[in-house]
């Protein structure tokens, strides 16, 4: 069976592996304060074109989300995101077991937008109410969607009207700022959002995500919270080593360009067969609406998930791309879709 | 320099990484639902002599106390550690940020005793202080003691009799059980404990510990919590493979008994040179207690941590081996104490 | 000004300040475990008809609703709530802080339903999200509406059927039981939901609100929790006596019922002037739909609360009675709503 | 039986009630926003000779403590107290349930030294161990004890000089402030702690504690604090006007003088009788060591609380005198006491 069903499914990049193996009889300093962290850091901050910011190698995405935003905000704040927002749904609560309250407000396609922020401050006006203190957004969405540079400048600019910070979840951020549509670069977001995160664990890594705080007031003391919190690895170079290969060049973004390739090449062909899908087409997750006897047959040969019930017949499912996705299997999926639909009436 | 800081400098054994770059292309099950961690468990299965157990994949020492302290106690619920303990010291309070205290007895030797558990339960006898739920101990101790299979006994019988559940730290029970007087092995432990777990971060892997629940009452719902404390990696094969590699035949303990071993070599010389140490030696950490010029001598060579001042002229501090650890450091640490000490009164 | 903004803005009724007079200089055992609060969990036993619950008198609303539900929740359970339900929205993110996650569904005029419950069990159906495992109502409703024993009934059969805890929140519960419409005994309540409350701030009593807890399972250890959460009053016999005072005859009954017959009042003149209201009147909260200049004129003698804006011209505003309200004043408040109306337009 | 039990075994104090029952049908705003709330505040300012700090009206104690104490450290941060502090010992882990840890040292009779915070100070050195922000004193303390000025002032100077916040627990503050041997005033309290509160539960009120934040960047928000926590009561004014009738003039400081004058009674005639005293007497608990037969003898017509075993033949006893404790019962103690006491050998 070929895998469509997520993009972490295979380890680490071949040059993310040299590297580890190369430097594995090394005796680094422990929990992330080693070399190997330090220049990871340096190349980063390279792409970021700033130097006056934080950067902490964080196990997981999660465990980086309930972090960060537990560590931001006191305990009667809230963080305003997308009802489809994964902090809202696929995190087993793990905000809320911080002791805060998601304020989820309806997206557009996975997308926050500063009306829906705009409604939820109008809404929560007294005591009674948590305060809404900091928008969660993620770039990609969990729609595979992307955030324009004009659409997070205008998020920006209403949290910052409102003292609201903003976290910018990017899990899958490679794919968002290699995909086709995208304007925004590092270096747009850093001085966008006052904290965010660059995921590793979707883009060529084994495990880690790089968390960015830019805003100065958040960065003190951080590493007493990572560390409470459990995600303060004692080998942390094991994360450092893999950010060093990922970025000392633009392996990073490489991949990521390659996911979307892969995609694309999917995207092209459900188009031209004539299928719709749920949220618009345009990173390394796609949404399309299929007949369910398709989606049967596509099942013998492939894993990938079936999202929701469209119709009696049809059904939106998902296929994810990665850096470590084929181009012969894209091909036979292609392949399959084809051979089924030729002769279907489709939606 | 060479390190004795500590066994977590280097990264992985290589027959771990092996496993790992063998494996680097298949596509796995996310969330630790492969094929991987199914042998693993299978492996640790079989040395544990029993098959009604559920194993997990945590990333991290810190998470995993975190994680089962706070999914097996109500709110009101306590958890009964030596002073020394790691969950009551070295933790940033992370036991008391999942909203549970921890009562911390006077250890020996970095060991609870069952007068130590006695106490602290006369102690908490009525509704306006918390109820001691769960005692908590690591083997090998913060002070690199061991459990006799006795004392672990008495500990166990204490707590059967007086409903508490019985958690045992195994961040180094590598080097607890294959170290000189232990007298316990894993099929002891899985009877004498309600839930513990088995360290690879110290001993041969890039990170990750295997935590066993014996206790058929805790099982239920387990991957809820994990998920909720951002202890469930995307990529959990990652740590499945590795216990596969570290418990398809003995690697685990044959790394553990050559961190021993190194360790036993440096015991020897310096009881030959008439040095005490501040905790009986037997493990892999040792704490002798050396002059001030000694310490500043070996500095220069060597990284180890100064634990604290005995008197004006001494110190205690800690030697750390692992499964990394080279014969011919271990020399030239000898080589270099000995060289100092010819000639030194010794206390 | 006369208000009808709350049910809580004047004392206690006569009768209830009197027997603290009366019991003012007795030295009483503290923490609750007096002979006063033992007298008054006597009588509403009674009441209930069941003499096999447990009681417990706690200061307030929200801290009885976050200690009820952190304490029969483990830390990934949620609880399902109407959208308008208190907890949702009016406690500050108290249920949240305490780790849990309150599952917001859409509720009828304030009511959850079994399809809303059905809903939110079928959309959370695997570990990576919150498991639902307590349902919140409350009766009398925020929109001041009621549930039916047959209403009733069905929910508490869908929570039999899957596992959930049902919970009642009763802050105004003497309304509900004491409205037109209502066939709801408190006999019926202990039956049908596992824990829920008998509000006393509300009706009648300075302070307090008589938690009773239904199901054996949940009794163990309860005065920890409250202790923990800051629920045991010291001098816990202040509210044992007020519930002494409400319920040693039928006063409580008797306190509701004269607020709802103010309301009826008001609702009767209301309707016959032809004025719509936002939600079904039935108890003390009445949500009409006005003119804004009604509004306006109306404001310049009265304190009430004005919810929403319908359209240009029209808001919902809240009137409340209570057993404090006088005849005299719900006469006011007509005239002044009559001398305004003749000669309107009305919606 | 009378009962020497605690000073929370009767009611209100007669002024306090009267002026409950002549306000209880005004119609008051909610939520602690009332006149007499206002009132009482005024009148606690002028005494505290302060008008720039905020004062807020709590149900109780341990929520007071808990409230307080979770409000202003971030998750990292843990609070200093002495190990027989109420938050330590006797509040069921409330302090932990908020996430932080309560850094227990020896104290000297009940009291915190500037010696043991340097101590914790000292220790707490790096993230791997929580960040000591806050101390935590009580003034009487658990033993009955109480900080003369020098001592306030040398505690709060380490604070400063540490970046700790000052916290004093004024449950018992109207016994120390009246007692021989005090020489602190509200108006020097107010200078050296950044938020304590005035004790209104064991010093006349029914229930009631005066939360006073005197730092400026501690106020923000607090309500919504308040409110999360389940810490403002609907009917707040019902706290307001108690400690309106408390403040209005000398009436807080008249029942605590005769709460002492009535311990100091005690004390003289144990001390003529030639018994020692377990911590230095003063205020209005007492801790005098008995000879076991007299404990049994003092048991059959009084009421009080054995503390602990000093022997064989003595106990530790906790006498405990009020605002409504009568002369005559003092009177009968210590007959009691004298007619057991002739011809007995004493410690």
Known sequence: MISFMNDYSEGAHPRVLELLMKSNFEQNTGYGEDIHSEKAKGYIKKKLQREDVDIHFIPAGTQTNLLTISSFLQPHHGVIAADTGHINVHETGAIEATGHKVIAMPGKDGKLTPDAI????????DEHMVKPKMVYISDTTELGTIYTKAELTAIHDICKKNNLLLFLDGARLGSALTCKGNDLELKDIVKLADVFYIGGTKNGALLGEALVICKEELKEEFRYLMKQRGAML???FVIGIQFEALFLDD????LAEHANQMAERITHAL???GYAFSAPACSNQLFPILPNALVDKLSKEFKFSIQEKVD???S???FVTSWATKEENVDKLIQCLKSETNGTTII
Do not use: F, I, P
């Open 118 to 125: 705009k409604k939820a401050l109008d809404y929560h006006r």
């Open 234 to 236: 004692a080998k942390g």
């Open 251 to 254: 392996l990073y973004y490489e």
């Open 271 to 273: 188009k031209a067969m």
């Open 312 to 314: 009696e017949g049809h």
């Open 316 to 318: 939106v499912v998902r």
